[in-house]
């Protein structure tokens, strides 16, 4: 492993390629998760030039990698999916923010977060509320 490949895993964490990230390229490949029967989703929008976006992700993953199955996790590179990042913006009624995280359980956001509160616990209670209410 390279020098720049090391850094860029301790601040990045993993590469959506290798995680369970669903990475959509169109709006068509999103829109299904506002759907009322749709379950439920994360969804992450995250920029490559802000620091505190790495620190996020790896929050984030930390928690995927311990709930791997219990929602679909989305990456949305804002600078390079801004039709996608405005949809989500209109459609969950939260203005954009990055980074951001947002559940949505059958097509209602319940908890969203941007910036510094984005954090292990923060997600993993919001999940866990959205379970709970579910059952």
């Known amino acids: 492993m390279s020098f720049l490949n090391g850094i860029r895993g301790v601040l990045g964490g993993s590469s959506p390629e290798h ?5 959509p390229n ?3 490949e999103i829109r299904h998760v506002f759907n ?8 992450y929008k995250h920029s490559n030039s802000c620091g505190i976006c790495f620190f996020s992700k790896k ?5 995927m990698k ?5 929602l679909k996790y989305h990456f949305v590179e804002v600078r390079k999916n801004r039709e996608i990042s ?3 913006e209109t459609q969950a ?4 923010e990055s980074p951001q995280a947002l559940l949505v359980h059958n097509g209602k956001v319940l908890w969203n977060a941007s910036h510094g509160a984005i954090t292990n616990s923060a997600v993993e ?3 866990a509320a959205v379970q709970e209410s579910s059952t």
């Open 93 to 96: 009624g939260v203005r954009h």
């Open 26 to 28: 169109t709006v068509d």
């Open 19 to 23: 995680t369970n990230w669903i990475e």
């Open 125 to 127: 209670e919001a999940i």
């Open 86 to 88: 405005n949809f989500i």
């Open 59 to 63: 929050s984030i993953e930390t928690v």
């Open 66 to 70: 311990a709930n791997p199955d219990s």
């Open 36 to 43: 009322p029967d749709a379950g439920t989703h994360l969804l």
